[in-house]
């Protein structure tokens, strides 16, 4: 692949991570979440907005852990992806949450970026995975549970 059209790849998939392009990014989902609805489950709904939260910042982690570390066990599907709990354990909680994702999130763009990043290799690690499919993953899978994490938003009355 060309120089030219690998950094366009590159570009294209960093901002699939980070922009609001088709839907709003994870920052604006949780930016101003009243503290009081954190962990309550609006009629309709399977989760609490602390519980979305956290499976995105674990799942995303996973995925993130996988693509840069051949040691790396996932957690146990489904229970290690999401939290029992419908309310975050402290008021702290939230914001750490929140900055995790971010970190991971910046951390995933970084290895994209990476030019010595071969986005298209597969990983011995894995049975097919490419970086670039893990990229993918990340973006579709933060941008599901984003809509879910804006819907419980709404439903709470709280957008």
């Known amino acids: 692949m060309p120089d030219s059209n690998d950094a366009a790849l590159r570009e294209h998939l960093v901002n699939l991570l980070t922009m609001a392009q088709a839907h709003v990014t994870v920052e604006r989902a949780v930016k101003g979440f009243p503290v009081e609805l954190r962990g309550k489950t609006p009629k309709g709904a399977e989760h609490s907005a602390w519980q979305l939260l956290e499976h995105l910042r674990i799942a995303q982690w996973d995925i993130l852990e996988f693509s ?18 419908k309310t975050p354990p402290d008021d702290k909680a939230w914001d750490r949450s929140v900055r995790a994702v971010k970190r991971d999130l910046k951390a995933m763009c970084e290895l994209v970026r990476d030019a010595k990043t071969d986005l298209f ?27 879910q994490l804006v819907l419980v938003r709404k439903l709470l009355g709280a957008w």
């Open 68 to 85: 840069r570390n051949p040691r790396h066990e996932s957690p146990k599907w489904p229970e290690g992806y999401w939290p029992k709990d």
């Open 121 to 147: 290799a597969k990983m011995p690690h894995g049975d097919g995975q490419t970086i670039l499919r893990e990229a993918m993953l990340a973006a579709d899978h933060n941008a599901y549970h984003v809509g």
